[in-house]
């Protein structure tokens, strides 16, 4: 194995610091992004282009926002709490 390989397998080992800013959720749109588009993909009868950018688009912006309302809903409850 070359060393090249051995280092770009050792860059998965140690797990990548984000740090609790609200900028680190930008993160989250990959993977939300990923998984609208396999999910639509498996659940869709007949794929068009049209038609699976739209239920996709849909998929994606449902899912943030329903992580923004857990995000503030939790930000509310730790407030009244704490406060």
Do not use: D, R
Not at 19 to 39: E, N, Q, R, T
Request: hydrophobic share 60%; proline share 6%; charged share 10%.
């Amino acid at each position: 194995m070359s060393m090249e390989t051995v280092f770009v397998i050792a860059t998965f080992t140690t797990p990548e610091n984000f740090g609790p800013k609200p900028l680190s959720m930008l993160w989250l749109l990959p993977l939300v992004a990923a998984i609208a588009i396999i999910y639509k993909a498996t659940k869709l009868p007949s794929i068009k282009a049209a038609n699976f950018m739209k239920e996709t688009s849909i998929l994606f912006g449902s899912i943030i926002v329903f992580i923004i309302i857990a995000a503030l809903t939790l930000h509310v409850f730790a407030w009244l709490i704490t406060g």
